[in-house]
């Protein structure tokens, strides 16, 4: 079994740790969420479940 990488959103951080992020300028926590969902998205689209996950939502939708 192939070694599990651990996210950023995995990873908990203490109430002090949010509060100076909540003190840091505005651009400036904007930027940082900017870059955690950038590495997010290339976590998301480099599995193989998502080509799996994306073949049986694809298609169109039938409806009875």
């Known amino acids: 079994m ?3 990488q ?12 949010r509060r100076e992020f ?6 400036e926590r ?3 969420m900017a870059e955690q969902a950038e590495r997010m998205v290339k976590h998301y ?3 193989r479940e998502t080509a799996v996950r994306q ?3 694809g298609g ?3 409806e009875w």
């Open 2 to 4: 192939p070694a599990r």
């Open 6 to 17: 651990t996210t950023d959103a995995e990873k908990s951080l203490t109430l002090e740790q």
């Open 22 to 27: 909540m003190r840091l300028p505005l651009d």
């Open 30 to 32: 904007r930027r940082l």
């Open 45 to 47: 689209e480099s599995h």
């Open 55 to 57: 073949h049986w939502q």
């Open 60 to 62: 169109d939708v039938v």
